[in-house]
């Protein structure tokens, strides 16, 4: 298990529930749906149930879908299950068979055809058995494999990651990290807008258009367009920045519907990031205060906060609000410098010194750039390094 990862209360209610449809399906065929988009939060779960059924004296198995041969009941067999004492089984790899794509789309097809018809193979093999999905590939299983729908077991929806980040070394990108909940998450949809777009449409006729089940695909949908924006990856900028606002915006929407508060961070932030690269400063500033309001209400995130003080400092800095960015710099910086974080520390001198820069306070901000350049050494935090040496030459170089 990962110290770096903490439920949040939505998530721990989850896993919860899991583990008891685990445990009460102990020596009977029961197939649980775990839906999950993040990877790191997929391990933490799995880790946490494993050992604790583990400490019950209960075998785990993990199971892992064959491209060539994606059943449930492929992966029992090379699972080499054993019958002498209760036990569950994970299996994994269905976000892989939807990765692969358009010309490989017959997998996929393969893997729902194997759910629909393989209810009785499955007899076998008397254990409760979690099968791990993304979020889109739910809308394809109701439409694609119904009788396996009618008679799976619950659907377990665990929403984004929540980072303890008083155990990790944080990059300078404060807007990356404020964007993330994983790093993996970005630009990793395990479908195509075109397929996200196809499950959408699917998913609003099974659940209608307010359903706690379609808020994922909003999200993925939402996150995928601001990142093609983001890195310049789509032809018509306008028209994704408007879509990838829709979506998040309606993700939003139902995120606080259904109190799903890490969620809801993740995608305040995602579409505030999409603003702030924009210019766009009045909506991002909007959006981030109401994250920071939100983080407020969640143990752990006082790094978090103290990033978005940082970034309500740029926005300022940025409007030309000198005052107004140094006010909230310092906050940044006291509450860094009271956590001792000293890759926080750096962030913060690293902001005056830009600051001063445009003030005109040469020596003082040259002061505030070596003091982040020292840190950032002794932290051996070299991409950091490479980021604040690039941004302060080109700020010499324009002025020159």
């Not at 065929?29 to 391990?43: F, P, T």
């Amino acid at each position: 298990m990962s110290n770096l990862i903490v439920l949040n209360e939505e998530n721990a209610n989850t896993y919860d529930r899991l583990v008891v449809s685990l445990e009460a399906g102990l020596g009977t065929l029961q197939i649980l749906i775990a839906v999950c988009d993040n990877s790191a939060l997929k391990k933490e779960v799995i880790s946490r149930y494993e050992a604790e059924l583990e400490a019950q004296g209960v075998r785990v198995y993990r199971l892992a879908l064959n491209l060539e041969e994606p059943s449930l009941l492929q992966a029992l067999i090379d699972g080499k299950i054993e019958f002498n004492q209760q036990a569950i089984a994970t299996a994994l790899g269905a976000e892989k068979l939807s990765n692969l794509g358009a010309s490989n789309r017959e997998k996929l097809d393969s893997f729902l055809g194997y759910l629909q018809w393989t209810r009785e193979a499955l007899r076998g093999y008397p254990l409760p058995m979690v099968l791990w999905l993304p979020s889109a590939l739910l809308v394809e299983i109701v439409k694609r494999a119904p009788d396996f729908w009618s008679w799976r077991g619950g659907v377990f929806n665990f929403g984004f990651a929540k980072f303890d980040f008083s155990k990790v070394q944080i990059s300078y990108n404060r807007d990356f990290m404020l964007a993330q909940s994983d790093t993996s998450q970005r630009s990793s949809s395990v479908l195509s807008v075109r397929q996200l777009e196809d499950s959408l449409a699917e998913a609003l006729t099974t659940w209608g258009e307010d359903s706690a089940n379609i808020e994922p695909i909003y999200a993925q949908l939402g996150k995928l367009y601001a990142d093609r924006v983001l890195d310049g990856k789509t032809d018509d900028r306008e028209r994704e920045t408007v879509l990838a606002e829709t979506y998040l915006k309606r993700a939003i929407d139902i995120q606080k519907t259904y109190k799903r508060r890490s969620d809801l961070i993740h995608s305040l932030n995602s579409l505030a990031y999409m603003y702030k690269f924009l210019g766009y400063w009045d909506k991002a500033e909007s959006l981030y205060k109401e994250s920071l309001d939100e983080l407020r209400e969640e143990p752990y995130n006082k790094e978090r906060i103290a990033f978005i003080w940082g970034v309500l400092g740029d926005i300022e800095r940025n409007r030309g609000n000198w005052d107004a960015a140094e006010s909230l710099y310092r906050q940044s910086l006291q509450l860094s410098t009271e956590l001792g974080g000293l890759d926080l520390i750096a962030e913060g001198n690293f902001d005056f010194a830009l600051l001063e820069k445009q003030r005109g306070n040469l020596t003082l901000a040259k002061q505030y750039y070596n003091k982040a350049k020292t840190i950032y050494q002794q932290l051996g935090a070299i991409k950091d390094l490479e980021f604040i040496e690039k941004e302060w030459n080109l700020i010499e170089q324009s002025e020159s």
